[in-house]
């Protein structure tokens, strides 16, 4: 099955109840299994920039190389799936963007942004994210985080020195320890998975779970998913029903049928209509 009939995508951002300005960018791009989820910061609209940077540079550098390339193929220096290479150098390329941009125009100094991003293929999806902006999966009745925040906070919580309850009510929530655009280098933290028919998964910004708990968001991603509009829609809405301190964004992605890439002889004649 063709990639953008085997997944179905849903994008939704909105500012919240407090912000005056949406800081957070989101791309969905169907045809090559691309999402990208960035959350920005800085003063004044700085933010908005770096996190608008990072989607553009990402989403069009990928789009742009896998007309050429196969994201299952490997890379010839590393070894790894050319996505896995994909997704940290395009992200690498964003933070340059950005540092840049920050140390050359003084409205722009201290901006940054953090990001979550899926590359979906070969019946795999490589996930790429620095921060706490996170990606969430459904898989049968199982709803768990597959990424880690890179925070203060999961670093206490790692540590023993705080629950996962305390953390709940702590003032260091939004301490990222990484970032996209503050140093010249970033490492981005990139890992593959398994993908299965039915399984759903969500992209969001923090301004969802600060404000939803992850009981929540789970019962309503189980109860919803069938129609993802809706459900997208309903987490927005339960995260502003709660205070909606901070812009809330959400990508969803359900798994419809299986998107293996092709092999042996199938694979040439498709090179050879794409050549």
């Known amino acids: 099955m063709d990639i953008k009939d085997a997944?179905?995508?849903?994008?939704?951002?909105?500012?919240?109840?407090?912000?005056?300005?949406?800081?957070?960018?989101?791309?969905?791009?169907?045809?090559?299994?691309?999402?990208?989820?960035?959350?920005?910061?800085?003063?004044?609209?700085?933010?908005?920039v770096a996190s608008g940077i990072a989607v553009s540079v990402v989403s069009s550098e990928i789009k742009h190389y896998l007309e050429e390339a196969r994201p299952e193929d490997k890379d010839a220096d590393s070894g790894e799936d050319v996505a896995v290479v994909l997704l940290r150098n395009n992200v690498q390329k964003a933070n340059s963007s950005i540092f840049h941009a920050a140390h050359s125009q003084p409205q722009y100094a201290g901006m940054g942004t953090t990001i979550v991003s899926g590359l979906f293929y070969d019946n795999r999806v490589a996930v790429a994210h620095i921060g706490d902006s996170r990606m969430y999966r459904l898989r049968g009745e199982v709803f768990e985080g597959i990424t880690r925040d890179h925070s203060l906070l999961q670093e206490q919580i790692d540590s023993g020195m705080i629950s996962k309850a305390d953390a709940r009510v702590s003032q260091n929530k939004n301490l990222v320890t990484r970032a996209v655009g503050i140093d010249a280098e970033v490492e981005t933290e990139v890992h593959v998975y398994d993908v299965k028919r039915g399984d759903i998964y969500l992209l969001c910004s923090d301004g969802l779970n600060d404000m939803v708990e992850d009981e929540d968001i789970a019962d309503t991603v189980k109860t919803l998913k069938s129609n993802l509009p809706l459900l997208a829609t309903q987490l927005i809405q339960a995260a502003n029903d709660n205070g909606g301190r901070d812009n809330v964004s959400v990508i969803l992605v359900k798994v419809k049928g299986d998107f293996a890439a092709p092999r042996g002889l199938h694979a040439k004649i498709l090179s050879w209509f794409k050549n």
């Open 7 to 48: 997944l179905e995508m849903v994008c939704m951002t909105h500012p919240g109840m407090v912000r005056a300005h949406n800081e957070d960018s989101v791309a969905c791009e169907a045809s090559c299994g691309l999402v990208v989820l960035t959350d920005g910061m800085g003063g004044y609209n700085a933010g908005e």
